[in-house]
């Protein structure tokens, strides 16, 4: 198998490692609100895989770690539905102050 050197914790460290990294550089980089936001939840993905990894280092897993990211993608599914929500309340704005200044 291919991960025979390494074990499957420092893969799943790498993977949330290198989603936080595309998701920054998203971040930085895009200037669209919407991306935006995808690359902040790619962040968060990232974070969440981490946890996880890292509650499964030891034999028994610890269910604190398990518990927090439950919560925390609780929490995320809310803030983006609520960033959502602003950004399209933003672009309409956008849309009606337009409208306005042709006429």
Known sequence: ???N???MVTCYLALGIALISLGLHGLISL???IRRLIAVNIMGSGTFLIMVAL???EETPDPLLHA???TGLVVAISATAFAL???TAGTQDEI???DKSDT
């Open 55 to 57: 509650a499964r280092r």
């Open 5 to 7: 050197s390494i074990n």
């Open 96 to 98: 009606v102050s337009s």
């Open 85 to 87: 929500r602003l950004i």
């Open 1 to 3: 198998m291919i991960f």
């Open 68 to 70: 927090l990211v439950v």
């Open 31 to 33: 200037h669209d609100p």
